[in-house]
């Protein structure tokens, strides 16, 4: 099972930095909160990662693709992954994400 990522949560590169994820889509809301899809990931911004070698940069979701809405996949908490510049691989820590499921 995989918990549906929204604007409630927040998320966390594995180093401790704050990921910004781009706006959710208000078309599937969750307690009000609007799910975050893929179309999010390309104004992602990350601050304060303490991996200075390669400071994460980006964020993905290998394990989007089980629900879509307005044709871009919805991001789940529990696989949205961070990392440098042209590779994503880390998994996010994400708290304050609702309990509703999708099954897998
Ligand atoms: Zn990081």
């Known amino acids: 099972m995989s918990t549906i990522l929204t604007e409630a949560a927040t998320e966390k590169c594995s180093h401790g930095g704050t990921v910004t994820l781009g706006p959710g889509d208000g078309t599937l809301t969750i307690d009000g909160k609007?799910?975050?899809?893929?179309?999010?990931?390309?104004?992602?911004?990350?601050?304060?990662?303490?991996?200075?070698?390669a400071p994460c940069t980006n964020a993905g979701d290998p394990g989007a693709a089980l629900l879509t809405v307005n044709k871009s996949a919805v991001l789940l908490a529990d696989?949205?992954?961070?990392?440098p510049a042209g590779a994503v691989s880390l998994t996010a820590v994400v708290t304050g994400a609702p309990t509703y499921v999708t099954t897998d």
């Open 34 to 53: 609007a799910a975050y899809t893929a179309a999010a990931l390309p104004s992602t911004s990350i601050a304060s990662c303490t991996n200075t070698n």
């Open 79 to 83: 696989k949205l992954t961070t990392g």
